[in-house]
Structures are given as structure tokens and as C-alpha cells.
């Protein structure tokens, strides 16, 4: 269950982080109809991203290890973008465009995902 509730929680901050880089103009989109088309687009993206997060990115990071070191770890930023971007390849109705729209989605959901997280900890701890 706990999985679960931890897709769900992706799902809504891949769902907020794109609606506020679509209000900004920033190139991020959900091209489905319906509350519906939105919810099951929104789902499997969360879930492509898991898993792209999971299997790709560590070989990667892996092969990227140099650079990300020349870098002072800058370089993972890229990689976190790519990461993003590679997800809107995967899922159709979720677009991204361009480098930009995906390094600051990939930020945008980080800061969102974390924000939820914490909001289901500190509701779980009280109840």
C-alpha cells in the first residue's frame, strides 16, 4: 500500500510541477482530454519516471562519473533534465520541449515531490 501511496504522490507533483511550467510558458504540457485522460497520463508517467530513474539513470551517472566529478557534481543537473526529458518520450500526452522545459520540470518536481512527502509524513504521524 505504501508504494501505492508514494505513485499517487509522483503522480500529483509531476501533475502540479507541469501545470505551473505550462502557466509559465516554460514548454511543459499534459496533451490528454478529460479529468480522466489527465489522471492515467499523470499515473504512468510517475510510474515511466520510477522506473527510467531507476534503470537508466544509474548507468548514466555511471558513465557520466568524470564529468559529474570535473563539475564539482554540477553535471548531474543534466542528467536530471535528460532523465525528465527521456520520461516525455516514453508517455504519450506528456511533452516537454527542449532542454529548459526539462531541467526546470525536473526541478519543479523534485521541490513538489518533496513537498508532498512531507505533507504525508506529517499527516501519518498525526493520525
Known sequence: MNWLLKWVASAVALVVAV?????LGLGLAFRTSGATGLAITALLA???????????????????????????????????????????LFVPGFVVHGFWAAAFGSVLVSIVSGLVDWLLNTVAEKG
Do not use: D, K, Q, Y
Not at 501545470?19 to 502557466?23: M, T, V, Y
Not at 537508466?56 to 536530471?80: D, K
Open 46 to 88: 510517475a510510474a515511466v519516471f520510477g522506473i527510467v530513474n531507476a534503470v537508466i539513470r544509474p548507468l548514466v551517472e555511471l558513465i557520466a562519473m568524470p564529468i559529474t566529478c570535473l563539475t564539482l557534481g554540477a553535471f548531474s543537473f543534466v542528467i536530471n533534465a535528460a532523465m525528465f526529458w527521456m520520461t516525455s
Open 19 to 23: 501545470h505551473i511550467g505550462h502557466a
